[in-house]
């Protein structure tokens, strides 16, 4: 099983910034194995479902974003696939939640549908303040 690990979480004031990465064990010690179709971020406040944030669909290398963070966070990765990475830019109350990395071998996983995905991370948590 792939491992994912997230760092970079923590507590901001309304407008600031987070940057999360996560490390893919797979990229950085399985020289040949297969890329994952996506690698991706979700979230998950209490009492909501599981959120899709941004995924990178890796066979043409395009990103993807829910309609709540498009043209405020930014998803990348590092050119052997060791880590990926979440840049949160002004951020708001209600990106307070769970964040996991994940990442996925089924074609649909653009959708960022979480059923679609196959190895998470433990989490790490982000809050904004008002």
């Known amino acids: 099983q792939v491992q994912l690990v997230e760092s970079g979480g923590g507590s901001v004031q309304a407008g600031g910034s987070l940057r999360l990465s996560c490390a893919a064990s797979?990229?950085?010690?399985?020289?040949?194995?297969?890329?994952?179709?996506?690698m991706a971020w979700f979230r998950q406040a209490p009492g909501k479902e599981r959120e899709g944030v941004a995924t990178?669909?890796?066979?043409?290398?395009?990103?993807y974003y829910s309609d709540s963070v498009k043209g405020r966070f930014t998803l990348s990765r590092d050119s052997g696939y060791n880590s990926f990475y979440l840049q949160m830019n002004s951020l708001k109350p209600e990106d307070t939640a769970m964040y996991y990395c994940a990442t996925a071998y089924n074609h649909a996983c653009y959708m960022l549908n979480s059923r679609d995905y196959n190895y998470w991370g433990q989490g790490i948590q982000v809050t904004v303040s008002s």
């Open positions: 990178l669909y890796t066979p043409i290398d395009n990103t």
């Open positions: 797979r990229y950085a010690s399985s020289p040949g194995a297969s890329n994952p179709y996506c």
